[in-house]
């Protein structure tokens, strides 16, 4: 006997099969209710919940395959027991396709009792299974959803702290008269603006995991040029890049990289203060490739420092974490070219490169 009352909707026409039906089942614990038609069947549905429906193929005016396709369309359909004739297994086997359970074939004494009772026994198992996995299923969305969002709100805090840092940052250089102290917190702030446009991007994405490096960098290139204004620097800044999705934690890598050439670009390249700064981001099938070049001066990596030379070392430790190295390409005299190649294995995303 079933752990607890199975509600089962016969749908016959056949009236004497029907009460038949209805003691057999009654026997051994489902609350059979017989209907001899499928509007009738419909209109109960409409009622009451039912965990099995049983199915006659030949309902005189209509057919139970057609009452299969009309249940279908309905919202959390009731698993369904399939009757036919003897003759007519091929029928059968549409009914499985068309979303029946399981099937019985009509027989005269106890074999319709065995067979319709196994029937029901499966059909009510695997309904269960089913809405189990589907209720775990439902949790594990339920939590992932929870998760993203209270993500998601992190990343919202942490971006709106830096940029009080940056702020506050931004206040102690203005209150300074020392150029070099100055200087040094200038750049200080722009580190801190890198990390907290990622933590932006990051609350406004649908997969944390990883960022829109073109789009990072397009921020964080157009928070260099607002920077500019009303300053001595007055180089253009001019972004060129192809959308390629980046694991999250290789983008702040990379925005900090861009940060300290962009800040050497606008401090060394032009003393004059006007010019022109290219920052591109290209992609082949192995390799992403990120360059800063300018007309100014020209530097090409060899020498004397200029500055504390804190900048380099934080180039440097960022291009190890990305299993590359920093180079800087011959101009012919004229002019700066920075070029890190970027390896797609170090920083694409494990399902590909693509946006």
Do not use: C
């Not at 942490?158 to 506050?168: D, R």
């Amino acid at each position: 006997m079933p752990e607890r009352v199975i509600h089962v909707l016969y749908i016959d026409d056949d009236d004497a099969l029907g009460r038949l039906v209805q003691r057999i089942l009654s026997r051994r614990g489902y609350a059979v209710t017989h209907v001899a038609s499928a509007q009738d069947g419909f209109a109960r549905l409409d009622g009451q919940p039912f965990d099995v429906i049983v199915l006659d193929h030949d309902l005189g005016t209509t057919s139970g395959l057609e009452v299969l396709a009309a249940l279908a369309q309905r919202d959390h359909m009731p698993a369904v027991v399939y009757v036919t004739a003897s003759a007519e297994l091929s029928i059968a086997v549409e009914a499985l396709k068309a979303g029946a359970m399981d099937y019985v074939v009509k027989t005269v004494g106890e074999d319709l009792d065995v067979l319709l009772t196994a029937a029901l026994e499966h059909a009510v198992a695997k309904t269960r299974l089913t809405r189990a996995r589907e209720a775990a299923e439902q949790e594990v969305r339920a939590a992932r959803d929870k998760a993203v969002a209270l993500l998601a709100e992190v990343n919202h805090r942490v971006a709106n702290s830096l940029a009080l840092v940056g702020s506050l940052v931004r206040m102690q250089a203005n209150a300074v008269q020392d150029p070099a102290a100055k200087a040094a917190l200038a750049e200080t702030q722009a580190r801190i603006t890198a990390i907290g446009n990622l933590h932006r991007s990051l609350y406004t994405s649908d997969d944390v995991r990883v960022v829109d490096l073109a789009g990072y960098l397009t921020t964080l290139v157009g928070e260099f040029g607002r920077s500019l204004s009303g300053s001595e620097l007055t180089p253009t800044i001019r972004f060129e890049a192809v959308p390629l999705l980046v694991k999250t934690d290789r983008a702040i890598s990379i925005g900090l990289i861009t940060t300290e050439l962009l800040t050497n670009a606008l401090k060394y390249a032009y003393p004059e203060g006007s010019g022109e700064v290219r920052v591109s981001l290209s992609v082949t099938e192995t390799e992403a490739v990120l360059t800063v070049a300018d007309d100014g001066i020209g530097w090409s990596g060899q020498g004397q420092i200029a500055g504390t030379g804190l900048g380099s070392k934080i180039v440097r430790a960022m291009a190890n974490s990305l299993a590359t190295e920093l180079r800087y390409e011959d101009t012919g005299g004229r002019g700066t070219r920075a070029v890190l190649p970027l390896p797609m294995q170090a920083i694409a995303p494990e399902d590909g490169p693509s946006p």
